[in-house]
C-alpha cells in the first residue's frame, strides 16, 4: 500500500479543522469517492464524535 504524505498545507488545515493525519488517512482509504468540481474527485468520512468543539457541541466529525 502506497504511503500517504499530506502537504504542509494540509497540516495546517488539519489543526485549524481540529482532526489528525491518520484520520485523514483513514478518510482516503476508507470512504467512499465521488466526483467534484473540475473533474476531481473527494472523500468525506464522518465519525462519532461527541464533544464540544469552539463551544459548540457536535455529534459526528465530518473528515474530508
Known sequence: MKPIRLSAHA????EVRGFTAEEVER??????WSRAR????EC???????R????????VKRIP
Open 11 to 14: 497540516m495546517r488545515y488539519c
Open 27 to 32: 478518510a482516503i482509504r476508507q470512504a467512499p
Open 38 to 41: 473540475e473533474d476531481r474527485l
Open 44 to 50: 468525506t468520512l464522518d465519525v462519532p464524535y461527541n
Open 52 to 59: 464540544l468543539w469552539n463551544g459548540r457541541r457536535y455529534g
